[in-house]
DNA sequence: ATGAAAGCGCTAACAT
DNA sequence: ATGTTAGCGCTTTCAT
């Protein structure tokens, strides 16, 4: 094996200037059909690949995009990725995952990087600006935002309509005969926390529902805090015939609070999660969720931050995409009034 | 905002050559004391921060690794790419996403990109070689392959024991008194599948069971798969008492088939998975499985990768780690049969 | 301990 | 349509 040809070496070999080459492989249309294939063949006798160090160095891009979340082993963000990439792909960009852990140094090394110039854009989901570091000039064309909202930056965000889904969801509960319904919410003062919410109590209100404080517990997102959070609540001396979470897999707690204690899901029981999850549909019984479109939501950032970076489209309004409600297994209308649980 | 600075303009306000800031910066230990806080000091005030590309183009490195996978959808990759990226970050190198659904055209492309010098090294984990492309001469310190296995070739593999995984999960089922044990397995003849297979047979004669071959049903590691699997063996005259699958989305599959025809888990029929994946956990019932630590397979991948990268450690010698089973809620003694006396 | 000079491989301005 | 020239910003001999 001989070392890897550069353009140089075919120029020689076809008898015409490096530019030519360059211009030929890069099929800018410059070059005459003879020259053309004259240098397409050479180039493929010699197995060439052009060295894209040397072209990120000329060209100021490097063709990759920082993907950055808080935490890389959360399932949620697969489709996301997954969306992403297929729209990164298609245009010949790398995805680069960066992974934030909450680390306020990682959150700047990332955006670092961009200032460096070791990736062109960025989709930043992690709902927060980093401090200590040098933003890039031109951020507004760079960076995208989905999934989490950021306030009072010019940024394109990419999101769902929190409040809006709440209203489905609870409309739908209520059209079943549900009129004891209770939150378990995320953390508090978390953006999206805050918006699902505001939507839970704008629906009841909506409804005209009575909304008592204890019915309004806080999780963090995990499944333990949902069946805690469920505990309290079916604790109470008046409980719900249904709650609402703001993720799946504090529904999935609640489902195992509920049955914990002899509670069948849905005739007990109705529970309404959110995000429809890997595994929402295979649960047993299977999850009645808010649907997220997450391998949309996770193109349409891509694809808005390409057109930024190809400077076909400056705008930085806001997409919002549609959320469903997808109704399965786990809701149904309230048990009839007795003392006790029937089985 | 003034353009960024570069070494010669620190070299220039320091009064020195680049060459001086280069390794006063680089911390090579051949700039003395004064001058090196000087340069230091210059570099800060300029916010001074390297031409990665330039840099890259120099080196003749990049810094990423490439991690590619089947499908970038599936969660059980997650802690593979969390352990993956942990041990990366705290060595300066990041993570490219690499998805190939399958696909030979973008196998080839991803080790083009290796080749190119747009990625330094590579962990593989699709279970297979690219066709059509050249592949680098240093493959073997380049390319690291974790989970699924490649027969022929000689690189460095991270994977667990299968067979000895399966042989403890049947021992486990057999010690609750099951002798009707029934396998689900993964599509054949992938590797994985074909290991995991052959670990049940092997647990099965260890321990003197007798095996039917409609014991043995395959699926495709969706939990729908899974779920028509189990229907299958559920209806055979003389059905299992316990069925073992070769991932948890088909024992998710097999409860809810055991649940629809009013079979309680693990009651009337123990399920045990494979991968402990998330939400075995948070499942109703929790899933009792084989657990892959993926964070340490991760991590253990990356390590090595980056030895060979440096040159520490040339050896392609596999590394095995070790599995444990979780024993949860989906497995219990056999249901107690009148005309067969069992503990 | 520091500097001068060369060059990684490519592409883009500016000719012709 | 093609060539000439220059240079992206860094690191690294090789000299002093």
Redesign the interface.
């Known amino acids: ?1 001989n070392k890897r040809a550069k353009i140089k070496d075919i120029a020689l070999k076809a008898g015409v200037s490096p530019t030519t080459v360059s211009r030929a492989l890069s099929g800018t249309g410059l070059v005459a059909e003879p020259t053309l294939s004259h240098i397409r063949a050479i180039a493929e006798t010699l ?1 060439y ?6 072209r ?2 000329r060209t ?1 891009k ?1 063709m ?1 995009i920082l ?1 950055v979340v808080r935490d ?4 949620f963000y ?2 996301i ?2 969306g992403a ?1 297929s729209i990164a ?1 298609d245009a010949g960009y ?6 934030t852990e909450d680390d306020p140094k ?1 959150e700047a090394d990332y955006f ?2 961009l ?4 990736a062109d854009g960025m989709i930043l989901m992690t709902g927060k600006m980093p401090l200590d570091c ?1 933003l890039p ?1 031109d951020i507004s064309q760079k960076v995208v935002v989905a999934l989490e909202m950021i306030d009072n930056v010019d940024l394109t965000h990419v999101v769902i309509d929190n409040e809006y889904a709440s209203i489905e969801a609870i409309d739908h509960l209520v059209s079943l005969g549900h009129q004891k319904i209770a939150y378990i919410a995320g953390p508090i003062p978390e953006g999206m926390s805050v918006r699902r919410l505001a939507g839970f109590r704008h629906a009841m209100m909506a409804d005209g529902l009575k909304l008592p404080e204890a019915y309004i517990q806080q999780g963090n997102f995990s ?1 333990q805090s949902g069946e805690r959070a469920a505990d309290r609540l079916l604790d109470l001396p008046d409980p719900p015939t249904a709650i609402y979470t703001a993720n799946d ?1 504090m529904a ?2 609640a ?2 609070a509920a ?1 914990k204690r002899g509670l069948s899901v849905p005739e007990d029981l109705s529970i309404f999660g959110f995000d429809d999850t ?2 929402a ?4 019984p299977a999850l009645t969720t808010v649907r997220q479109p997450c391998l949309e939501i996770g193109r349409r950032a891509m694809t808005r931050l390409l057109a930024h970076l190809s400077g076909d489209n400056p705008d930085t309004d806001s997409i919002v995409v549609p959320t469903e409600i997808v109704i399965r297994e786990t809701t149904a209308p309230p048990p009839q009034k007795t003392y006790h649980p029937s089985s």
């Open positions: 094996m197995h690949r052009p060295n894209i160090s040397a990120n160095l100021q490097t990759s993907v890389i082993g959360n399932p697969l489709d990725f997954k990439e792909h790398s995805l680069l995952m960066a992974n990682r670092n990087m200032s460096d110039g070791r040098d000039h499944y897999e999935f707690g489902i195992r049955k890997y595994l549909e295979a649960f047993v």
